[in-house]
């Protein structure tokens, strides 16, 4: 049984506890948060003085936070892991045993997600952390993969691209077709099978459209078409971005 | 039962010759393409003149070729249409009777696809042969919508936002990887996830990352670890443009 003091329960804190509530292996044996919730079955503390011993104590906070709170933990030497993705394990106080516990995946208060697939990213100072942390992540999921903090951050750069600024294009799209009072939801195939294709074809090999094809008079007319919306210029780079790639 | 003439047997063509094969009240009654195909038990020609009468000829050729190809049909007053989402039904020859029938999807040779929830897009000089278009369409698919030449123009910059400017970034993603040798696997999960949140959220509900939180810390960071990157330009305008559009 691998015990675990949670720190933060906010939207990562929340998925993580309830998967490792139902793992077998693992027990959340505490939960630190600023604000007590009345529905955890798990004891609760808001005190850091209160924190009690656990194997690993996971810290799933914001970024620019992480520092100042590992150095405010009151004992040394014990596990103690961040779960961000953009953050180097250095940030961790050296006071403890630093490691990574990050899982690859976007998260959202609403929607339930399967922990399973999820990639989880491990990384530890010593070896014996490192094995306990991937066992850790075995109870949850069937891909953990040790990674060092510098590929972390470039991996979090290339989640950024398919994440945040595919959702941006989303919502451009969602923006063009309110404007033209067009129904969001014709997209919605498309966008599926776009994520779909990636499966079995690589990025490069499914690329279409009149960028890929350098279909000028359909570029043109494009343009033409978003004279007055502010996605002007990104349809310009990201067409110039497709021309220059060689995909 | 609604006769068929395909004028053209690409990518396009051969998911529409398959999914009207297979719907009981289409019969494709005759397929032109410039090569014969061995495996096709329809009867094939390559020759215009001899084309035989059908309900609607549909032209699945590529966007530019379309105008002098339906320029060349040896008749007249008949219903024609095209099936591109970014070409006018003005291109098609006034010679014949227009319309479109434009299938909402990204189609590649190897992969099927489920027409029953691909929008089909249908347009038609007049009223009778409109709803023909859209009883055919009814064959197939279980969303057909009347859209205007002019509105499918807009639909069609939408759909190269979502899919072929989202695909470039999934490019992107994979090359990121590959130079810090990561495995592009790793991310598929987050793809799938974050065209999958989309399906209870609003793109603006469901954007998260630095460039929404404004967090310049994080963005300086990936400016930095892109900059020998041709994709940090581009990195830096999705920024912005996130910041700009108030998600």
Do not use: W
Not at 135 to 153: H, N, Q, W
Not at 154 to 164: E, G, Q, S, T, W
Not at 178 to 183: F, G, T
Request: charged content about 25%; some cysteine.
């Amino acid at each position: 049984m691998i015990t675990i003091v949670l720190l933060g329960y906010g939207n990562v804190g929340q998925h993580l506890y309830n998967v490792m509530e139902a793992a077998k292996d693992v027990d959340v044996v505490q939960v630190y948060n600023r604000t007590k919730h009345k529905t955890l079955k798990t004891p609760q503390t808001q005190d850091l003085k209160a924190l009690v011993s656990a194997d690993v104590y996971i810290i799933a906070i914001p970024d620019d936070a992480i520092g100042e709170f590992s150095e405010s933990l009151p004992f040394k030497n014990r596990l103690v892991v961040h779960t961000s993705g953009g953050a180097h394990m250095d940030v961790l106080s050296s006071n403890n045993l630093r490691g990574i516990f990050y899982p690859l995946q976007t998260f959202s208060k609403i929607t339930k997600v399967d922990f399973s697939t999820i990639p989880i990213c491990v990384e530890a100072e010593n070896e014996a952390d490192l094995q306990l942390l991937k066992k850790l992540g075995d109870c949850i999921s069937e891909k953990v993969v040790e990674i060092s903090s510098s590929a972390r951050e470039k991996l979090h750069v290339a989640a950024v691209f398919v994440n945040n600024f595919t959702n941006h294009l989303y919502h451009i799209a969602e923006t063009i077709t309110a404007e033209n009072k067009l129904d969001f939801n014709l997209l919605k195939p498309l966008i599926t099978e776009t994520a779909r294709k990636i499966e079995t074809l690589s990025p490069a090999q499914a690329q279409t459209g009149p960028a890929k094809r350098n279909d000028k008079k359909t570029i043109e007319k494009h343009l033409k078409l978003l004279e007055n919306s502010k996605y002007r210029d990104l349809y310009e780079h990201l067409t110039e971005s497709i021309e220059n790639s060689g995909e």
